[in-house]
């Protein structure tokens, strides 16, 4: 798994700082290029605007009481995979991202990281 993830520029769009700050840590433990952490949507699409690289991205759901699919929409555009990090059944999820992966929070986050390398 170290060998896939390290090099790789991830974003990552949580807006709970210890869940951002733990996934952090953890990525750059296995040499990943981490982007962000951003707590809200508009940071989050500024970040995906001036990037030069990101590779994947994790984006939690509700940010702030915003939806983040204007975030995922972005990175659609910019061909970047990514997985969503939420507490939400997939039925909440709209249909353009219902085929996206999805880890349920509370998870761990290895098994969020095999999600980002399939």
């Given at each position: 798994m170290e060998q896939t993830?390290?090099?790789?520029?991830?974003l990552i769009v949580?807006?709970?700082f210890?869940?951002?700050d733990s996934l952090k840590m953890y990525l750059e433990s296995l040499d990943a290029v981490v982007i962000g952490p951003a707590?809200?949507?508009d940071a989050a699409i500024e970040?995906?605007?001036t990037s030069d690289r990101l590779d994947w991205a994790v984006l939690d759901i509700n940010l702030r009481g915003k939806k983040a699919y204007p975030v995922a929409e972005a990175l659609s555009a910019r061909g970047v995979p990514f997985v969503f990090m939420t507490g939400y059944g997939a039925d909440?999820?709209?249909?353009?991202?219902a085929s996206a992966p999805r880890c349920t929070k509370p998870f761990e986050i290895a098994?969020?990281?095999r999600l980002l390398v399939r």
């Open positions: 993830i390290a090099g790789r520029h991830i949580e807006d709970e210890f869940v951002a707590a809200s949507v970040l995906v605007a909440s999820i709209p249909e353009p991202f098994q969020l990281v």
